[in-house]
Nanobody, 124 residues
């Protein structure tokens, strides 16, 4: 079992930056791939970025490439999402998720454990 708690959301102006954090507790955090997902009102949840257990592999949705950076610190059981140049369309609830893979994979589906979410609001 893995418990996930997100933090760092808030209100930011378009063009600004935020850094989300996800603190994990439970067993074997360093063996799990981690992901950030988001869901805007009236839309389906979508993958934003994922990172393999080692941090050596990452995936980004096209909409955030070049603006967002996912990273992890296995010593601190924490994964981060640095969000720069925020746009109105980035406004959503952001969720952290974890899943186990055989191998160093930054997968985009099948995540088993989820946090409660943190709201990111972007103003014009």
């Amino acid at each position: 079992q893995v418990q996930l708690v997100e933090s760092g959301g808030g209100l930011v102006q378009a063009g600004g930056s935020l850094r989300l954090s996800c603190a994990a507790s439970g067993r074997s955090f360093s063996t799990y791939a981690m992901g950030w997902f988001r869901q805007a009102p009236g839309k389906e949840r979508e993958v934003v970025a994922t990172i393999s257990w080692s941090g050596g592999r990452t995936y980004y949705a096209d909409s955030v490439k070049g603006r967002f950076t996912i990273s992890r610190d296995n010593a601190k059981n924490t994964v981060y999402l640095q969000m720069n140049s925020l746009k109105l369309e980035d406004q959503a609830v952001y969720y952290c998720a974890a899943r186990f893979y055989l191998g160093d994979v930054a997968g985009i589906s099948g995540y088993d454990y989820w946090g409660q979410g943190t709201q990111v609001t972007v103003s014009s």
